[in-house]
């Protein structure tokens, strides 16, 4: 491909691309053309899928640690970095994040307010650094992972839960204000996806739940996921629901009966 056809692609950046949906939103990505900021802690796994993708891929690769958790002044750093190293950004796609295994009252404060820095105020904060040049840009497109778990909550996910109600909130009051700078957003809400959420997911003091659970074992596979919502991400539709028939039902009942479905969720056996 010529100098001049790669200039032309898109600048994709990506959190939570080291594992799971990240890495198959890197992976779509990559197929379509375009070139990719990898970013999450984990500088080896970032490096490894570098190299994969570079054996396919058109665009250019830039691999940019970064921790959700360092806070505004460090994020705000990163947002400048990724904005420079082409001078501009198409599209964030806000998918780092954790999840929870732990009752609400075996759950330290400190682990719900974690959830809630790496999943809500990273994305929050990434959004809110780079959404100026956008709008000086005329275009962007802001693309968050939120889940099922931001329609309802269920047990063992008070924390978490409250991470991905308030993303949504948050997105959906940005997605107005943007409106009339010709910048979408995009809420993905995902069922069980099997990655390795479970093994990575809180436990009440904070330390990784470390093994699979059921509901994600037999779950779809991310590159799955991101084939068939696709067309849609390639849309910017505003919402995408991807799940099994049981969440589909849940969010069903959410809207048409919650109470039927609050009676289901307190005799449900979740972990
Ligand atoms: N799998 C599911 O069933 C499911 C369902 C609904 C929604 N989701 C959402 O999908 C997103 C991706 O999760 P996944 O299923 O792909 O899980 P995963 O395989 O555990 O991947 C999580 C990603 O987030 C990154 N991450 C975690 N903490 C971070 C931090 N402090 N700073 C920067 N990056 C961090 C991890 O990278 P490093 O460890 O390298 O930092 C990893 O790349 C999450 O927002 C999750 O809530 C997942």
Redesign the pocket.
């Known amino acids: 491909m010529t100098a001049h056809a790669t200039s032309n692609l898109p600048v994709i950046w990506i959190?939570?691309?080291?594992?799971?949906?990240?890495k198959a939103f890197a992976q779509q990505y990559a197929k379509d053309g375009a070139h990719l900021i990898l970013?999450?802690?984990?500088v080896d796994?970032l490096e490894k899928l570098k190299s994969e993708l570079t054996s396919f891929s058109n665009g250019d690769i830039l691999v940019m640690p970064?921790?959700?958790?360092a806070g505004d002044g460090s994020l705000q750093k990163k947002t400048e970095e990724a904005w420079a190293w082409k001078n501009k950004v198409d599209v964030l796609v806000n998918?780092?994040?954790?999840?929870q295994r732990s009752l609400f009252l075996e759950t330290d404060m400190k682990t719900i307010r974690r959830l809630l820095e790496?999943?809500l105020f990273?994305a929050l904060a990434l959004s809110r650094f780079i959404l100026p040049s956008m709008v000086n840009q005329g275009s962007g497109h802001i693309i968050v992972?939120?889940?099922?778990?931001g329609k309802f909550g269920t047990k063992y996910r008070s924390g978490y839960a409250a991470s991905?109600h308030a993303i949504q909130g948050a997105f959906d009051s940005i997605r107005q204000e943007m409106y009339e700078h010709n910048i979408d957003i995009t809420l993905v809400c995902?069922?069980?996806?099997k990655?390795?959420?479970t093994q990575?997911s809180l436990t009440g003091d904070g330390k990784a739940f470390g093994k699979m659970g059921d509901l994600?074992t037999h779950?779809m596979d991310?590159n799955e996921m991101l084939r068939r919502i696709w067309p849609k991400i390639k849309a910017r539709k505003e919402e995408i629901t991807i799940s099994g028939p049981k969440e589909r039902l849940a969010l069903l009942l959410k809207r048409a009966a919650p109470g039927i479905l609050n009676r289901i969720l307190k005799q449900s056996k979740v972990v």
């Open positions: 959190t939570g691309a080291s594992s799971g949906i990240g970013s999450s802690r984990q796994e970064l921790d959700l958790s998918n780092g994040g954790i999840s790496v999943n990273g992972t939120s889940s099922v778990a991905k995902p069922g069980p996806i990655t390795a959420i990575n994600h779950a991310p």
